[in-house]
T-cell receptor, first 113, second 114 residues
Framework: AQSVTQLGSHVSVSEGALVLLRCNYS??????LFWYVQYPNQGLQLLLK??????LVKGINGFEAEFKKSETSFHLTKPSAHMSDAAEYFC???????????FGTGTRLQVFP | DSGVTQTPKHLITATGQRVTLRCSPR?????VYWYQQSLDQGLQFLIQ???????AKGNILERFSAQQFPDLHSELNLSSLELGDSALYFC?????????????FGEGSRLTVL
């Protein structure tokens, strides 16, 4: 069965600092991996996804993530945080045989001026 | 705007009652997913329908049921409600059967059980 672990339920950074949100997955088959963002009082929206091909994936709003099979990780980064990045971020995994996304518990990102 | 519409946005009811949450997927999307988001359980997959048929089942309680209608809208029925059912219920849709792509989420229905 697939699972996702997000290390750190809360991350705080200063505006302009590097953002690093950690995600490790467990999957018995090559996974499809996703990062979703949830702004207050809104639904989730896709930031980026890895299915096949290039392991460094670029998403919206300057975010990117790298699929590292040897480390079973898919960490999300952004070189310079902006106040508007404050939100909750969810890592998710989907295998290639079922139709559901399994989400991590989420990481709330706070950005201080 | 994701194109997924959920109603009602807020619902307050009492224990033991029954409620129905409604979801209209994006135009053309055949798959509908229901998720429950609560503080203690996080985001839990409940059930998925594809073109009217149940496709995948997750942690959905027996007191809960869902269906997808010929016009592709879906309803999630929650009965014999308990305090612990208070949560944000999300509907999402996608065009594909297999989850290799993007899910489009509605803004959720917040259920409060008193």
């Amino acid at each position: 069965a697939q699972s996702v672990t997000q290390l750190g339920s809360h991350v705080s950074v200063s505006e302009g600092a590097l953002v690093l949100l950690r995600c490790n997955y467990s999957s018995s088959v090559p996974p499809y991996l996703f990062w979703y963002v949830q702004y207050p009082n809104q639904g989730l929206q896709l930031l980026l996804k890895y299915t096949t091909g290039a392991t460094l994936v670029k998403g919206i709003n300057g975010f990117e993530a790298e699929f590292k099979k040897s480390e079973t990780s898919f960490h999300l980064t952004k070189p310079s945080a902006h106040m508007s990045d404050a939100a909750e971020y969810f890592c998710a995994v989907s295998d290639r045989t079922t139709d559901k996304l399994i989400f991590g518990t989420g990481t709330r990102l706070q950005v201080f001026p | 705007d994701s194109g997924v519409t959920q109603t009602p946005k807020h619902l307050i009811t009492a224990t033991g009652q029954r409620v129905t949450l409604r979801c209209s997927p994006r135009s053309g999307d055949l798959s509908v997913y229901w998720y429950q988001q609560s503080l203690d359980q996080g985001l839990q997959f409940l059930i998925q329908y594809y073109n009217g048929e149940e496709r995948a089942k997750g942690n959905i309680l027996e007191r809960f049921s869902a269906q997808q209608f010929p016009d592709l809208h879906s309803e999630l029925n929650l009965s014999s409600l308990e305090l612990g059912d208070s949560a944000l219920y999300f509907c999402a849709s996608s065009a594909r059967v297999a989850n290799t792509g993007e899910l489009f989420f509605g803004e959720g229905s917040r259920l409060t059980v008193l």
